[in-house]
């Protein structure tokens, strides 16, 4: 784990944790924990879900003219982004966040910017690596995820993930 100044969740890291009500251990080992604001703005979003995040993490805004910067920058460069992730990008890029996300685009465009970025999978590894859980239990967290939220894991990544996890746990 990197050190940084916290971790701002776009929606589909938001609905992973609620689904599995792992705040504790995401607190614990990614703190502080924040949200843009756009994404609690947002009216995708589920009762229950709106509430988790103002109970866990802390909203942010765009509060400068290099924040908004970035948002329309973002926007120019990858028009399908939506206003919520640009918010969160542009956010994480300049507080020196780590963006917790799953979707592509939003991955894609912290690569380019060479923001730091986890994933789902990326951080049930480290909850086996942490003792938090064991690598029969994550795995069934991203089962869950897949079977009962709907959560697309491309087979061949899941495959490789859950290999990794087997091979981690042999050493």
Known sequence: MQLSNGTILDATALIDFC???????LQ??????YIAQEVLDSDQLELPTREAAKTYLTALN?????MFA????FGAREPLLS??????????????LICASDDGLVVETCKTYNIAYTRTLRLFGEMVETKHKTVIEVTAMADTLIQERGKHISPKVLADWKQGLQQDDIL
Request: aromatic share 14%; glycine share 2%.
């Open 28 to 33: 614990q080992h990614y703190s502080p924990l």
């Open 19 to 25: 689904w599995l009500n792992e705040w504790g251990w």
């Open 70 to 73: 970035s948002f329309l920058e």
């Open 83 to 96: 206003a919520a992730d640009r918010s969160t990008i542009a956010i994480a890029r300049h507080q020196l």
């Open 62 to 66: 765009l509060s400068t003219e290099e």
